[in-house]
């Protein structure tokens, strides 16, 4: 069976890192091999779900204590059964298992003082793909988005409760929010806290829950929101927005939205990087002699190309700042033109006569007539 690896090393902080430290390094983390995002890599889910596990014992205070005290093995649920380590036969099972044990010699649950009831959580974050058009990712655009998510219910203003009804002390808990129950073991007399099972640890009960959220406090809705894409932008940039995430409990921030931009293909131009690239189809009689032609821009606009005398298949021209406006900068990128020569399949008597006469035809310096040549231009038409 492979080894785990150190989850503080999956998110690439010392174990001395702070709460802050460890929420940073896993939205970078997270980012960087989201596999909407990262496609190069097969193994990006495996490391996107080695990471969110790291994170979801290392964000929590007390998990990343037992993470810290047990290493891996607290949170095998092949060994958190069947007894304190095998070596007091059935002991364990009256118990609720391995992990009770420890919690009751080592933690809160051995009398050491009581669990504080959770305070005001953030709201989770949303994700979503949005599929653009090339021209929109080049020259950037506003657009309204509708999303579903969890808001503040309106009818009860995120209390829970309906209009006029009280909130009480849980009767079970007496407010506490927790439920104690004492154990003997060969240990001795041990002390358990646990959420109450009735407020669920709030220490407090509805009377009469509100008829929309059903007490919860929390609704989902659709929303509509304006999201503005910036000029540049390429296929699996990643936009937050601040705020625009599910809505905090108890007080809570909301959290954020991310947005995964996803660039539809164009059938005349393509990009690598803030460079455009294009092609011009020209005939040889322009790629002989040089031309001046007309090439559309992408947006609608016209550029007129100059080309030069002698050019050959395959040259790239080169058009300074019209390609793909750097993000966040002033810059512009550049288009490049793939020159095509077309060369006709079949040619006139008389067409073949001209040109059998100038390719025949040198002056005494060695160069050719290109009156000839320009004969044959308007014999083709």
Request: proline residues 5%; hydrophobic residues 30%.
């Amino acid at each position: 069976m492979a080894t785990k690896r150190d989850l503080y090393e999956v998110l690439g902080v010392s174990r001395n890192a702070s709460p802050d430290d460890i929420k940073a390094a896993y939205r970078k983390m997270a980012r960087k091999y989201h596999p909407d995002v990262n496609r190069e890599d097969p193994n990006a889910s495996e490391k996107f779900k080695e990471i969110n596990d790291a994170y979801e014992i290392l964000s929590d205070d007390q998990k990343r204590a037992t993470y810290d005290r047990f290493g891996h093995d607290a949170f095998d649920p092949t060994k958190n059964t069947g007894g304190f380590g095998g070596g007091f036969g059935g002991f364990g099972e009256g118990m609720g298992g391995f992990g009770d044990i420890f919690d009751l010699i080592f933690g809160q649950g051995a009398g050491m003082g009581k669990r504080s009831r959770s305070g005001p959580q953030r709201g989770a974050d949303r994700e979503l793909r949005m599929d653009i058009n090339f021209e929109d990712a080049v020259f950037g655009l506003e657009k309204e988005i509708e999303i579903a998510r969890i808001e503040k219910c309106d009818r009860c203003k995120g209390s829970g409760a309906e209009e006029g009804s009280q909130v009480k002390n849980c009767p079970t808990c007496n407010g506490s929010g927790q439920a104690r129950t004492v154990q003997s073991t060969p240990f001795g007399r041990f002390e358990t806290v646990r959420p109450c099972s009735r407020c669920h640890g709030e220490g407090k009960i509805i009377e009469k829950p509100c008829s929309e959220c059903r007490g919860t406090g929390q609704v989902k809705k659709n929303r509509r929101i304006e999201v503005r894409i910036p000029a540049g932008i390429d296929s699996g940039s990643r936009l937050r927005i601040q705020g625009e995430g599910e809505q905090g409990q108890k007080g809570g921030p909301p959290g954020d939205l991310y947005i995964t931009v996803a660039v539809k293909p164009h059938p005349h131009f393509k990009r690598d990087g803030y460079t455009l690239i294009t092609t011009a189809e020209i005939n040889f009689v322009q790629a002989t002699l040089g031309a001046e032609i007309d090439i559309p821009l992408l947006g609608g606009a016209v550029h007129k190309l100059l080309i030069p005398e002698g050019t050959q298949p395959g040259d790239v021209i080169t058009v300074k700042g019209k390609g793909v406006p750097h993000l966040h900068g002033a810059r512009q990128g550049d288009l490049k033109v793939i020159i095509k020569v077309n060369i006709p399949k079949k040619i006139t008597k008389k067409q073949r006569e001209l040109l059998q006469v100038f390719y025949n035809d040198d002056d005494k310096s060695g160069k050719k007539d290109k009156g000839l040549f320009d004969k044959f231009k308007d014999a083709m038409g």
